[in-house]
């Protein structure tokens, strides 16, 4: 018999909007407390304290525009967020100040969230859909140097970029980006040559959320059909239909894999979050609490294993924080 699934942990709630996004922070040194940030659709970002589970801090830089992405960088003090009003805003929230210290205009209409990657102490690159419908931009932070404008080759109508992760095999190799887009494509780009290196058609509809993993070089996506895709890259850098997998019910808003790459959760259309261990995809629970559209799934950061969380963040205004195969 298999076990029943878990209820919550705990559930957080207070946003009184729709939860677009959510980051968690928990992996500093003790006695940090851990945080989670959460993105709605009202504008605010809302720094959750996960010792007491009130919120620390309510973040309100967007114009009551919708959240749909905040990151850290490289501390909790130091925030990144993404909303509806097309920017991007740099925070500073040490010492209880909650200053938005810089901004990006992307001029960019879709949801796709932006993607971050530390290539140096205090040196990021971010890559975000850009003003033209089909481009993504590369801009390096905090100087917002423009490093190069990615566009498909004449003729290939990929639509609008969905979906974006940047990654590097090593400290010090060459970025590549992984973006996903609106015709079902995932594209391989590399970022320092501004050349796409492989192309490959996973949906039949657009590429809602994707993910990544460098160490098997193996990647899943979602879309709004009842499919997951996951497909590999070769050492020509070629994209592979690795297998699909299909689902009882269409809409996958978010997919994430564990930071241990053992396991990877999905946010439903449908309602529910769904478990798979990562390495055969095997279905492993059905998380069944929300009432609405799950927007976005979490894994914690948490340096002990065993206290490791999973984040659901729905339109039903609620944050389900689950403790799943912890111990793993």
């Not at 259309?269 to 559209?293: E, M, N, Q, S």
């Amino acid at each position: 018999m298999a076990l029943p699934p878990p209820d919550p942990q705990f559930v957080l709630r207070g946003t009184s909007a729709a939860v677009h996004t959510l980051h968690f922070s928990c992996g500093g040194p003790e006695p940090d407390i851990p945080l989670l940030f959460s993105g709605s659709e009202n504008g605010f970002i809302h720094v959750w304290n996960l010792k007491t589970h009130r919120v620390n801090t309510a973040l309100d830089g967007h114009g009551r525009k919708s959240v749909y992405c905040v990151e850290t960088m490289g501390g909790k003090d130091r925030l990144l967020s993404q909303g509806r009003d097309q920017r991007i805003c740099l925070w500073d929230l040490a010492e209880g100040r909650t200053s938005v210290t810089d901004s990006v205009f992307t001029e960019h209409v879709g949801f796709c969230r932006c993607s971050l990657l530390k290539v140096a102490q205090g040196r990021w690159l971010m890559a975000m859909a850009a003003r033209s419908l089909e481009e993504v931009q590369i801009l390096e932070l905090p100087s917002k140097t423009s490093v190069c404008t990615l566009k498909p080759e004449v003729g290939a109508k990929l639509g609008m970029p969905m979906c974006l992760k940047l990654w590097q095999l090593s400290c010090g190799s060459q970025p590549v980006l992984l973006a996903g887009y609106e015709d079902g494509s995932v594209v391989l780009w590399n970022v320092s040559m501004g050349k796409a290196l492989s192309q490959l058609i996973c949906h039949q509809e657009p590429v809602m959320s994707l993910d990544f993993d460098s160490e098997k070089a193996k990647g899943i996506s979602g879309s709004s059909e009842k499919v997951l895709s996951i497909w590999s890259l070769n050492e020509q850098q070629n994209l592979q239909v690795y297998k699909t997998h299909e689902l009882v019910n269409a809409g996958i808003s978010d997919i994430t894999i564990r930071p241990d790459k053992k396991i990877l959760a999905t946010a439903g259309w449908d309602h529910r979050i769904r478990i798979f261990g990562w390495k055969k995809l095997k279905p492993l629970a059905v998380l069944d609490y929300h009432t609405a559209t799950v927007h976005c799934v979490s894994f914690s950061d948490h340096s002990n294993p065993r206290e490791r969380l999973l984040a659901a963040g729905s339109k039903d205004q609620r944050i389900s924080v689950w403790s799943v195969y912890a111990q793993t």
